[in-house]
Nanobody, 125 residues
Framework: QVQLVESGGGLVQPGGSLRLSCATS????????VGWFRQAPGKEREGVSS????????SYADSVKGRFAISADRAKSTVYLQMNSLKPEDTAVYYC??????????????????WGQGTQVTVSS
């Protein structure tokens, strides 16, 4: 059964860093993309970053380019999101999800499925 489990969220001061992990099972990172999405209270879900480990292709939202970095450890079936220079506006629940189709990538949440339970990231002094 496909499963994605997020971890690594927490409270951090502005300018700080966090690394989120998305442990996956029952599908290959070589053929399916994994995306990170976030949703803040009262706001729509936003695509943050995605990776297709088989090709190395990555996508980033403009709001996080240069600050966040996505990576995948295929041996551990885990996708990471390294978040640096965090800002209060990064505060949200962060979710990871699997692309619905092979070789599908990008940041459109409608193309992703099997969402994790989410992990809270709060950036505040």
């Amino acid at each position: 059964q496909v499963q994605l489990v997020e971890s690594g969220g927490g409270l951090v001061q502005p300018g700080g860093s966090l690394r989120l992990s998305c442990a996956t099972s029952a599908f290959s990172l070589d053929y399916y993309a994994v995306g990170w999405f976030r949703q803040a209270p009262g706001k729509e879900r936003e695509g943050v970053s995605s990776i297709m480990a088989g090709t190395g292709f990555t996508s980033y939202a403009d709001s996080v380019k240069g600050r966040f970095a996505i990576s995948a450890d295929r041996a551990k079936s885990t996708v990471y999101l390294q978040m640096n220079s965090l800002k209060p506006e990064d505060t949200a629940v962060y979710y990871c999800a699997k692309s619905a189709a092979e070789w599908e990538y990008g940041l459109d949440g409608r193309n992703f499925e099997s969402w994790g339970q989410g992990t809270q990231v709060t950036v505040s002094s």
